[in-house]
């Protein structure tokens, strides 16, 4: 089991998080979110869930006070296509 954990926020602004493996309810993906905006102020910060992500979903709704704001259509890298995407803001 792994964890990869990519920071490129000063680069691109973008922050990806992902966990390979069976990490069951150890929370990585929140506690590194958590830990990120306790260094980061910038802010407005958009995220960008896949429909169907309901553990990405979850992260993003225990962090701070990331709400949801609407949906968009995006490109799925790991599905090579267009899906439904949820966007979440933390002002």
């Given at each position: 089991?792994?964890?990869?954990l990519?920071?490129?926020?000063?680069?691109?602004?973008?922050?990806?998080?992902g966990?390979?493996?069976?990490?069951?309810?150890?929370a990585?993906?929140?506690k590194?979110l958590n830990?990120f905006?306790?260094?980061?102020?910038?802010r407005p910060i958009?995220?960008?869930?896949?429909f169907?992500?309901?553990?990405s979903?979850?992260?993003l709704?225990k962090?701070?006070?990331?709400?949801?704001v609407?949906?968009?259509?995006?490109f799925?890298n790991?599905?090579?296509m267009e899906?439904?995407?949820?966007?979440?803001?933390?002002?």
């Open positions: 089991m792994e964890v990869l990519s920071l490129l926020w000063k680069a691109i602004q973008k922050l990806l998080i966990l390979t493996g069976n990490f069951g309810d150890r990585f993906a929140t590194a830990e905006l306790a260094i980061e102020s910038i958009i995220g960008r869930v896949a169907d992500n309901f553990g979903q979850k992260v709704e962090c701070e006070s990331f709400n949801k609407g949906s968009d259509i995006g799925a790991a599905r090579q899906i439904e995407e949820f966007i979440y803001k933390l002002s």
